[in-house]
């Protein structure tokens, strides 16, 4: 269970063209997922938190008018790169959160993250 | 100064060896400390996790926490090839539903 997947695994565009990318929680309900960034040989990079039926919530320097979020249903959230430059190559990854569970353990709980397989975005 | 330091390696042991890896961290409010794995352009995956300090044990995977020290650390024993990968550090602040900051990650080869 908990399977996270992203559509599409691999896109190439053109400079100046927007590109959406769709990520979707296959047997779980997310209230929650969250957007990251992952350039070569670095971390993951948060770019916004999405909850369903609201606005998303964008980190510092991430410009919400060209990366944008909508998690329209609890299954589904999607990522558009708008106006994409070369600069905006990445490999975008995407993660939700079971809206019910939680796993609990020695009197803690920690609600995991479980993350898509990413997208590879290339802007030519 | 980044909030969670790991050094990127790469990490090259030999199977059957015992893969040691850590991470620092700045900030210490975090309280849940987690380990991924990530394949060559695969999403990460979660091995363990740790709450507050302590240790942590799980089949060949070792997950050490030091508040004091702000330090991090997992072990792999009698390391496989197929636990080549880049291994990912990630810390939350004080409620489980906060937001994940990660490491650099260490890419690890084990060498047959």
């Known amino acids: 269970g908990a399977v996270v997947s992203q559509h599409p695994s691999w896109v190439i565009c053109k400079s100046g063209t927007s590109v959406k990318i769709e990520c979707r929680s296959l047997d779980f309900q997310a209230t929650t997922m969250f957007w990251y960034r992952q350039f070569p040989k670095q971390s993951l990079m948060l770019m916004a938190t999405?909850?369903?039926?609201?606005?998303?919530?964008?980190e510092q320097g991430v410009e919400k008018d060209k990366f944008l979020i909508n998690h329209a249903s609890l299954t589904l959230s999607t990522l558009t790169v708008t106006s994409a430059h070369p600069e905006d190559s990445s490999f975008y990854i995407c993660?939700?959160?079971?809206?019910?569970?939680?796993?609990?353990?020695?009197?803690?709980?920690?609600?995991?993250?479980?993350f898509g397989p990413g997208t590879r975005l290339t802007v030519l | 100064q980044k909030e969670v330091e790991q050094d990127p390696g790469p990490l090259s042991v030999p199977e059957g060896a015992i893969v040691s890896l850590n991470c620092t961290y700045s900030n210490s409010a975090f309280q849940y400390f987690m380990w991924y794995r990530q394949y060559s352009r695969k999403g990460p995956e979660l091995l363990m996790y740790?709450?507050?300090?302590g240790n942590k044990e799980d089949g060949r995977f070792t997950a050490q926490v030091d508040k004091s020290s702000k330090y991090i650390s997992l072990f792999i024993r009698d390391s496989q090839p197929s636990d080549s990968a880049t291994y990912l550090c990630?810390?939350?602040?004080?409620?489980?539903?906060?937001?994940?900051?990660f490491g650099a990650g260490t890419q690890v080869v084990v060498t047959p």
């Open positions: 999405s909850n369903e039926g609201s606005k998303a919530t964008y």
């Open positions: 993660s939700a959160r079971d809206r019910l569970g939680a796993h609990l353990t020695s009197g803690s709980s920690y609600n995991e993250q479980f």
């Open positions: 740790t709450y507050s300090s």
């Open positions: 990630a810390m939350s602040l004080t409620d489980s539903w906060g937001k994940l900051q």
